[in-house]
């Protein structure tokens, strides 16, 4: 997809709250954004590596300025206001997840007889 396109598929984020839009680059890196019931925008790159995502709450406005800076690669290190937040234990997670255990024996396929 070329930047003019994502640039126009961008605008998608004003329409509702909680829409979603990702780009992936060719080092399978991932900048994803989600508009706020605030009217702001929160952008992430998830870092599987390091167990978290690297984001913070930004303007529309910032989403079009990363978007036409983008070099055609995603790197954590260009957003300087990214917070590191860690995906350790949460309600969603794995550890806190009662079958874990039988999901981890089984192949997805199985639960599905």
Request: proline share 4%.
């Amino acid at each position: 997809m070329t930047k003019e396109n994502i640039l126009k598929k961008i605008e998608m984020l004003n329409e509702h709250n909680d829409n979603f839009f990702g780009i992936i680059d060719s080092n399978d890196a991932t900048l994803q954004f989600r508009a706020t019931p605030e009217s702001k925008v929160w952008a992430e790159i998830p870092i599987p590596k390091e167990k978290g995502s690297y984001g913070a709450e930004i303007e529309y406005q910032e989403v079009v300025t990363i978007l036409k800076e983008l070099d055609g690669s995603i790197d954590k290190n260009n957003y300087s206001n990214f917070g590191f937040d860690s995906w350790g234990k949460t309600n969603n997670s794995i550890e806190n997840d009662p079958c874990a255990e039988i999901k981890n024996e089984k192949k997805w396929w199985q639960f599905l007889k």
